[in-house]
């Protein structure tokens, strides 16, 4: 079994802010699997589910971006997941806007999300897929940036890297299942 989380922070006040793009990135996974998002457990909202002829967990944790790790760790270890099997899915100010990474492992940076995880996994060998939301413009603090909307100018740029964040994790998953 896969666990795919994507980070965010829940309710209509940060829906479309640069921080939720894990949420919005799976979210779109969801539906093209037909993945419904309608279960609560694990300080999170969930849906089961195959991607690649795989039984997949998609996770959008409830906890706030800097406490996710409290959501992701329990539900990898109910269903006995090894952390090479739970892909990460969140916004990297490091990265440029329209771009995704993929690493197969590695350390947080600055990101206080993926502090979280590998604090409460107790590793950071896990794969994660990263969307670019940066850099963050002069004259702007880290934490008002992440926290604004994506201005209506970069939303067609930022859906297309969705779905290259979707393509990457449906390989991720095919390609190590």
Request: charged letters at 25%; hydrophobic letters at 40%; proline letters at 5%.
């Amino acid at each position: 079994m896969w666990l795919v989380a994507g980070l965010g922070n829940p309710g209509e006040k940060y829906a479309y802010n640069w921080h939720n793009l894990g949420f919005l990135a799976i979210e779109m996974l969801a539906d093209k699997h037909n993945i419904t998002l309608d279960r609560t457990k694990f300080n999170g909202v969930y849906g089961k589910g195959k991607i690649a002829g795989e039984d997949v967990m998609i996770l959008k944790p409830m906890t706030y971006m800097n406490n996710s790790g409290e959501s992701v760790a329990p539900a990898a270890s109910f269903f006995k997941i090894d952390p090479s099997h739970v892909i990460i899915v969140y916004d990297d100010i490091d990265i440029k806007v329209g771009t995704i990474r993929v690493r197969e492992k590695g350390s947080a940076g600055t990101h206080n999300g993926m502090k979280s995880v590998i604090r409460y996994m107790g590793t950071q060998d896990f794969p994660r897929v990263r969307i670019g939301s940066g850099p963050v413009p002069e004259k702007w603090n880290l934490i008002d940036y992440v926290l604004a909307d994506i201005p209506k100018d970069q939303r067609e740029t930022v859906y297309h890297s969705f779905e290259d964040a979707v393509k990457a994790i449906e390989e991720l998953i095919g390609a190590n299942g």
